[in-house]
């Protein structure tokens, strides 16, 4: 997804509208359990992109030192 940032934006933005719309659910249906998973899921995405740019970092950072 490097080559095309455009495609990788498109997908994490389904992502998280299907997150929303699972946390909404939960909200109206008053569902604890649905509200707790639905944020952990959020949660998960954010550290998976966080970790997934420091993964490329370090992949550049490695080539250079080639």
């Known amino acids: 997804m490097k ?3 455009t495609l990788r934006t498109l ?3 389904g992502i998280v509208f299907l997150i929303t719309y699972a ?3 939960g909200i109206r249906y008053g569902s604890t359990t649905g ?3 639905s944020i952990t ?3 998960a995405l954010f ?3 966080y970790l997934y740019d420091k993964l490329l970092q ?3 950072e490695e080539e250079k030192s080639y």
């Open 58 to 60: 370090l992949k550049e």
């Open 23 to 25: 946390l909404a659910d």
């Open 11 to 13: 997908v994490i933005l």
């Open 41 to 43: 899921s959020l949660f």
């Open 47 to 49: 550290v998976s992109i």
């Open 35 to 37: 509200v707790m998973m």
């Open 3 to 5: 080559k095309n940032p």
